[in-house]
């Protein structure tokens, strides 16, 4: 065999306290907005409902490699369900969340067992229809959901006689299930598990050759990614109060993806720091005025050109961390 | 036993007859290889076996069991697992991680074990790596454990690939040209390594051009063309086939240099 000589990397240790930076990054701007509140408070309360759908968008996408245009419906299904149980019914937030929760991984069981055998571009246009579709159904489901008119009248979260209704209660709620998504993301990664899904991320062919049953890991991704996306639904809804058809439109696909690949597709923190990041580049660039839109588009760019696998990969010790 | 038995396994792709009608055995103890021109149907017939494709006729029985048209993870469980001619490593993923993957069958840890690592997965994951980093020092890797696999050599890229197969702890491990692009000093550690994996247990099957290597290496030689088995025997009875000299030459020339010894 030749003699080559073995590649190490020096710098491996002092990369090791680089990779906290996304973390105090994170850490300071809700920091921040604990100490200011007010519109700060509520523009990173949603950037943290973000991380969470997308953090769940990051494990299929991300850690398998797969494509879905449809996260939304699964989003929908979670709010809607905590909207309609808790306003016209009158349930507790909690387990209208559960039920939410539980409704969206039973139906992403339903439509991925049959769309997961879709690849590529067949599987973005398959998840595209299931987030459509879902949108139709809010739009015309008026009996249960009112339509375009949108539920009012939801509660804040809580449970029991314990509710958490101001601007900080809110961001601590909200940053203590960030931080356990991220956490249990972390987790995933450097696990049995984590390492099928980054093995049928990279052949498909060479994984199912050792034994990984390739299908069923791209399910249960699949679910995980739903059920997440249902937990950010339900949130949304309890934090703001109200929910129409819009709120999980098409919108919050691009948006999505835009926070998913700025924050580095594939990394643990990267699906937090994009959500923050894109949620607070329009708010930097509102002294723009006219020219907001455009700034934000400009910095997108930039973003994208230095930073192709997004901000959180320039902190891993890897191409993924 | 055998570990391994085609009987007249048969592949078509519309009118084209890619294998026809092969049957072989593979003995439990040492190497078995399949050679032949290219184009002559020796990958499609690892394809078969591994069940990457279902034959179109014939039977394929593993340890006994039929295995005919079972789906790749299932035979990969029942102990039979392959190896790419094109190396397909997991790139974004660390040589030790690779193995590590390769260990799978090896571990039960699933989404709850990930989540809350209770002991019982934690002592698992300590298994598997003390097995992968095992695996590793064997394929003369130890050192480049936390490197990405795509930063490796290629030659390396191999051996990795070749650590990962027998990190699923097979009984049966097939081999699609694992000397494809090695110069010849990779392709005698290469020879070493597989007599090696053979002495300790694992009945090896490999598809070879380099053909120091085969006769170096196997035992028994299986010789296709066309689709069609045309010899079968020790490397020097093969060598002197008429059948197999008129494949290879077209003419009645030695289809295969001595090789040399060492």
């Known amino acids: 065999m030749t003699i080559s000589p073995s590649i190490t990397s020096p710098e491996r240790r002092p990369i090791r306290l680089v990779g906290l930076l996304p973390w105090l990054f994170a850490a300071a701007v809700v920091g921040y907005a604990m100490v200011v509140g007010g519109y700060a408070a509520t523009v990173v309360s949603f950037a943290l409902i973000y991380a969470v759908f997308v953090t769940g968008l990051n494990l299929f996408m991300g850690f398998a490699a797969q494509v879905s245009f449809g996260q939304n419906a699964f989003a929908a299904i979670g709010g809607y369900m905590s909207a309609v149980l808790t306003a016209s019914h009158g349930w507790g937030p909690l387990p209208a969340m559960v039920l939410g929760i539980a409704a969206a991984v039973l139906a992403a069981a339903i439509v991925g067992f049959p769309a997961l055998r879709l690849k590529g571009h067949y599987l973005a246009m398959g998840t595209l229809a299931i987030g459509l579709i879902t949108y139709e159904i809010t739009v015309e489901w008026q009996s249960v959901t009112q339509g375009y008119m949108g539920i009012s009248g939801i509660p804040p979260f809580g449970i029991g006689p314990w509710e958490v209704t101001s601007d900080r209660g809110q961001l601590v709620l909200l940053s203590l299930v960030v931080a356990a998504c991220t956490f249990a993301a972390g987790r995933i990664r450097r696990s049995r598990f984590g390492r099928a899904l980054s093995a049928v991320a990279g052949s498909e062919e060479a994984a199912t050759a050792l034994g990984i049953a390739v299908a069923r890991y791209k399910l249960v991704a699949f679910l995980l990614s739903a059920g997440f996306a249902a937990l950010a639904g339900s949130l949304f809804v309890h934090i703001v109060g109200y929910v129409s058809p819009e709120v999980f439109g098409l919108h919050m696909v691009i948006v999505t993806f835009t926070m998913l690949y700025v924050g580095g597709i594939g990394t643990v923190a990267g699906p937090l720091v994009g959500a923050l990041i894109v949620s607070l580049l329009p708010e930097t660039f509102r002294a723009f005025k006219d020219y907001q839109d455009l700034a934000y588009g400009a910095a997108l760019i930039l973003l994208l050109i230095y930073a192709p696998r997004g901000l959180a990969s320039l902190f891993a010790p890897r191409g993924r961390s | ?262």
């Open chain 2, 1 to 262: 036993m055998n570990r391994l038995r085609l009987e007249g396994v048969t592949r078509r792709f519309g009118g084209l007859v890619a294998v026809d009608d092969v049957s072989f055995e593979v003995p439990a103890d040492g190497v078995t290889a399949v050679i032949g021109p290219n184009g002559a149907g020796k990958t499609t017939l690892f394809n078969l076996i591994s069940g990457f494709l279902p034959p179109s006729a014939g039977r394929i029985t593993f340890e006994g069991n039929d295995i005919t048209g079972r789906p790749p993870a299932e035979i990969a469980r029942a102990g039979l697992v392959r190896t790419f001619q094109l190396v397909k490593l997991f790139e974004d993923l660390s040589v030790l991680d690779n193995v590590k993957v390769g260990c799978h069958l090896q571990g039960r840890a699933g989404l709850f074990a990930a989540l809350f690592r209770p002991a019982s997965a934690r002592r698992e994951e300590q298994a598997l790596d003390a097995r992968a980093r095992d695996l590793l020092a064997f394929a003369g890797l130890a050192a480049m454990a936390d490197e990405p696999a795509a930063a490796l050599p290629y030659g390396r890229q191999r051996m990795l690939e070749l650590a990962r197969a027998m990190a699923a702890g097979p009984r049966l491990i097939l081999l699609d040209e694992p000397a494809a692009g090695l110069n010849t000093e990779e392709s005698a550690a290469l020879s070493r390594i597989i007599r090696r994996i053979a002495d300790e247990g694992t009945s090896v099957l490999l598809i070879e051009h380099d053909m120091t290597l085969v006769m170096n290496t196997a035992e028994r030689v299986v010789v296709v063309d066309f689709g069609r088995k045309i010899a079968q025997g020790t490397p020097a009875e093969v060598r002197v086939d008429p059948a197999v000299i008129a494949a290879y030459l077209g003419t009645g020339k030695p289809a295969m240099q001595e090789p040399p010894h060492g």
